[in-house]
Nanobody, 120 residues
């Protein structure tokens, strides 16, 4: 089991970034995927997810209308538009959910994180 995130960087407010994550799990098994983030000095929190059963997509209120989560085969993406300084955080991709999508404890597998910094 391996998740590898990439695509972070330093951008100005209003810019866009796309994060990518390679999800290497057991072949032939479906799984929910998503993204969390952890701002400096704060707790990790939910950003977006895609449910493996229903295909439903959920977003944190703070990113609705600006971020888009998607998946293709073994890849998960997070398109981030109209970035704000408060979006500055380490972003983690996650896979295999066994509870509420908003709960960090529900996700079994985590990537190493990629830093996103938005300057004002």
């Amino acid at each position: 089991v391996q998740l590898q995130a990439s695509g972070g960087g330093l951008v100005q407010a209003g810019a866009s970034l796309r994060l990518s994550c390679v999800v290497s799990l057991r072949a032939g098994r479906s799984y929910s995927v998503g993204w969390f983030r952890q701002p400096p000095g704060k707790e990790r929190s939910f950003v977006a997810s895609i449910d493996r059963v229903t295909g439903s997509i959920d977003y944190a209120d703070s990113v609705k209308g600006r971020f888009i989560v998607s998946r293709a085969e073994n890849m998960v993406y997070l398109q981030m538009n109209s970035l704000k300084p408060e979006d500055t955080a380490v972003y983690y991709c996650v896979a295999q959910k066994t509870g509420s999508y908003q709960n960090t404890a529900s996700w079994n597998h985590w990537g190493q994180g990629t830093q996103v910094t938005v300057s004002s």
